[in-house]
């Protein structure tokens, strides 16, 4: 995800729950701005680590509530 694109690589599977996952963060950036978004996320990951960053803890969400509608 980069900005308002998702890049799904070939062969990658894109499930509902990995592009609602990708979706939080369109909408993460629509709040705020890409170069807040992106400083901050760097900044989130070198304190909390990938699984406990605010923004992606935000986007896991996005992943069970998708997953459960399957
Ligand atoms: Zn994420």
Do not use: T
Not at 21 to 45: G, P
Not at 46 to 70: C, H, I, K, M, T
């Amino acid at each position: 995800m980069f900005g308002h694109s998702i890049y799904v690589r070939k062969g990658y599977h894109l499930s509902k729950p990995k592009l609602a996952h990708e979706l939080v963060h369109v909408l993460q950036i629509e709040r705020a701005c890409l170069d807040k978004v992106v400083s901050l996320h760097f900044s989130d990951l070198a304190q909390y680590g990938y699984n406990d960053a605010p923004l992606e803890v935000e986007a896991f969400e996005a992943n069970r509530n998708y997953s459960q509608s399957w």
